[in-house]
């Protein structure tokens, strides 16, 4: 158990709609960051929030979006969904002291 | 640029023996950290262990260590007495410790088999 909860666990869309991932992160956890891993490779860093603001992002283009809310839920947001958007959706939340960063569960994407 | 290289793709290790998941890391920072998670079939990232570049003893986590050496840019992961439920991906990873993003660099992994 990790205290960090994503929704919803699957997901199926078709090309060129848009979706939203949540993440319920740990109480007290500034940081949250999503990750996108493809089928056999390691995650890919997507961007960070800190405390509302993102602060750090991948080679992910703007499509790709992201919101964190006070109460440490936070939302990816993906529009004009392509076909190699399938993946599984990770979202890590790490306190602001402390090597650890820890994720939830992870939302599969299918897009169709 | 951070590049983490594990060469294992898959490994097949008799149950109960030791087993050793290679990693070797490339980064031009003094400080970073290097991680392993375990991750089964249900998706989740399970964190296993944790080593700092300044840490000079080698991490341990009950039956997990981490086998690093700086000179070489290697942080191998051991699993002593290994159990069927140990059966998962394995990814190393690396975080440094200058960026202002908290940004972690995975690589591609080991799938681990453990035969009963």
């Known amino acids: 158990e990790t205290g960090v909860t994503q929704s919803p666990t699957h997901l199926i869309k078709t090309r060129g709609q848009q979706v939203t991932l949540r993440c319920s992160s740990q109480s007290g956890h500034n940081t949250v960051s999503w990750y996108q891993q493809a089928l056999g490779q390691g995650p890919q860093f997507i961007f960070q929030?800190?405390?509302?603001?993102?602060?750090g992002r991948g080679n992910f283009p703007p499509r790709f979006s992201g919101l964190q809310f006070p109460n440490y839920s936070s939302e990816l947001n993906v529009n004009a969904l392509e076909l190699d958007d399938s993946a599984l959706y990770l979202c890590a939340s790490s306190p602001d002291r402390g090597p650890e960063a820890f994720f939830g569960q992870g939302t599969r994407l299918t897009v169709v | 640029a951070q590049k983490i290289t594990q060469t294992q793709p898959g490994m097949f290790v008799q149950e109960k023996e030791a087993v050793t998941l290679d990693c070797t890391y490339d980064t031009s920072d003094q400080s970073y950290g290097l991680f392993w998670y375990k991750q089964p079939s249900s998706g989740e990232m399970i964190f296993l262990i944790y080593q700092g570049s300044y840490d000079e003893q080698n991490a341990t986590e009950g039956r997990y260590s981490l086998n690093f050496q700086k000179a070489r840019k290697s942080a191998n992961l051991v699993i002593s007495a290994s159990q069927l439920g140990d059966s998962a991906m394995y990814f190393c990873?690396?975080?440094?410790?200058?960026?202002?993003?908290?940004?972690?660099?995975f690589g591609k992994g080991t799938r681990l088999h453990i035969l009963p």
């Open positions: 929030y800190y405390r509302e603001e993102e602060n």
């Open positions: 990873a690396m975080r440094e410790g200058q960026s202002m993003v908290d940004k972690i660099i």
